[in-house]
Structures are given as structure tokens and as C-alpha cells.
């Protein structure tokens, strides 16, 4: 089991999914992988779980598309926005405490990359992220898919201390994370369509990619691609009925 209690700075820790309707996407999560909706004092903000474990979050917003948008834990929030915005982020949400003060939930910030990719900050208080990871029904995986490869990854590399390695084998240039010298569960890839901006996707374990692709059908999401083996396992990657994209893996994860 993936459990966790803390994250080293560096490590994607959380993802929160952002939708118009949050009702339609508890009824479809929780068909889909059994995640539960626990409301928090804000009022448009859920913690989804799986087994008593928060696994992902859930917030409402209106008037934009459908999306996840992935954090990655670090020690000073504010100190890694200046860091950003050095090396040509853009601020989409300054650093800000969650909750109260005297809560210390944690403190965020949302950031679009300089090609235009989103991702959180997140400074851990009470809540760590993630306390579940890389089991069924989990995140596993986080990918980047970008127009310029080779300067995202000296962002990354400059802004979390990352250094990349090739994937071999793979289909499509592919290059994986380190982090501190760990192998982090994320990777960059050119971004395969022109029409689509560059994003990080969440990806989630299965047990069968090919079931749970006929599950997003029947529950009116959309597969997009896939199920697609690599040389890490078999993937897919799929859309919730009100668009947000996210991806399944079907393999062995870390521990």
C-alpha cells in the first residue's frame, strides 16, 4: 500500500479536480474508482477518499473548463513562487494560506509554467496531500506534455531540483523525473496535439486499463487514448463527462 505521512519537497503530492458541477463528479468518481465526498468548511471544496484515505480533492468552479490540476509539495510556498516567477512563471493564484491560520491546513500557490502549463505549489501544514498513492484507485503518475521539452525540463530542473532521464523504449520521446536523486513519479513529453495547450495529467492505478476505458463509457466520459502499452505498463487516457482529462495506469507502481 502507498500510504503516506509526509512528502520530500520536489514529489507531486495532490491533485484537485475543478468543475462546474461537483455533484455530477462525486456521483461519477465514485462509480468509477469508490472515492467518497467529504465537504470541507469552505463549502465549495471536497476531499475525495478511498478507504478513509484522502486521495484527491474536488472544487467547484464555474465559467472555466473542466481540469486537474496537480501540486507538488515544498517547504516554503512563497519562496518557490519567487523561484517561478524568475524563471518566466506566470502567478495564476499568489501563495495563500487555506482555511484559517490558526487551522494550518497548508499554504498554495498556482502557477502557469512558461509554456503555459498549470501546477500547484502546496506548503504542507495539518493537510500533507495525498495520504493514499499508487494503489487501485490512487494517483500514480503525473505527465507534462508541453511545446518545448528541452526548456521545461530546465524550468523544472531549476525551480524543484529534478534532473530527467530518457525513457527507453518508449514509442514517443519520453523522459522521466528524478528528484533528489529518487525516481519521481512524473514525466515530460512532447505535446501531442495542436489544439491542446500544454497541461500536466494526473494518472490513476487500475487494475485493468481495457475495463476501466468501458467503465468511463458507461458512466458518459470519453476515452481518448489508448489502452496503450509502454515499458513502464499499460495506459490510457480518458475524460470525465464534463471534460477534465486524466489518465489510468495499468502496471506495477512504486511502492
Not at 493514499?132 to 505527465?143: D, I, T
Request: proline residues 7%.
Amino acid at each position: 500500500m502507498g500510504e503516506r505521512t509526509r512528502y520530500t519537497p520536489g514529489t507531486f503530492c495532490w491533485a484537485d479536480l475543478l468543475v462546474a458541477d461537483p455533484d455530477a463528479a462525486q456521483s461519477f468518481f465514485h462509480a468509477l474508482f469508490g472515492w467518497h465526498a467529504e465537504s470541507t468548511p469552505s463549502g465549495d471544496h471536497w476531499m475525495f477518499t478511498l478507504g478513509g484515505k484522502n486521495v484527491a480533492g474536488l472544487e467547484a468552479a464555474v465559467g472555466r473548463p473542466a481540469a486537474w490540476l496537480s501540486y507538488v509539495s515544498v517547504e516554503d510556498a512563497d519562496a518557490a513562487a519567487r523561484r517561478a516567477r524568475e524563471a518566466g512563471a506566470a502567478m495564476a493564484a499568489e501563495p495563500h494560506d487555506v482555511g484559517r491560520p490558526e487551522m494550518n491546513v497548508g499554504r498554495r500557490g498556482v502557477l502557469d509554467d512558461p509554456q503555459g502549463a498549470a501546477f500547484g505549489l502546496w506548503q504542507p501544514g495539518v493537510h500533507i496531500g495525498a495520504t493514499l498513492v499508487n494503489s487501485a484507485g490512487a494517483m500514480v503518475w503525473n505527465q507534462l506534455e508541453t511545446t518545448d521539452v528541452e526548456a521545461a525540463q530546465h524550468f523544472y530542473a531549476d525551480l524543484f531540483g529534478w534532473t530527467w532521464e530518457p525513457l527507453q523504449g518508449s514509442a514517443v520521446p519520453y523522459a522521466r523525473a528524478r528528484n533528489r536523486g529518487r525516481r519521481l513519479t512524473a514525466g515530460v513529453m512532447p505535446l501531442q496535439a495542436e489544439d491542446m495547450a500544454p497541461r500536466w495529467q494526473p494518472s490513476f492505478t487500475v487494475a485493468d486499463a481495457a475495463a476501466a476505458c468501458a467503465r468511463v463509457h458507461e458512466l458518459g466520459g470519453h476515452v481518448l487514448v489508448g489502452p496503450t502499452d509502454t515499458p513502464m505498463g499499460r495506459i490510457a487516457v480518458v475524460a470525465d463527462p464534463q471534460g477534465a482529462r486524466f489518465g489510468f495506469f495499468d502496471g506495477e507502481p512504486e511502492p
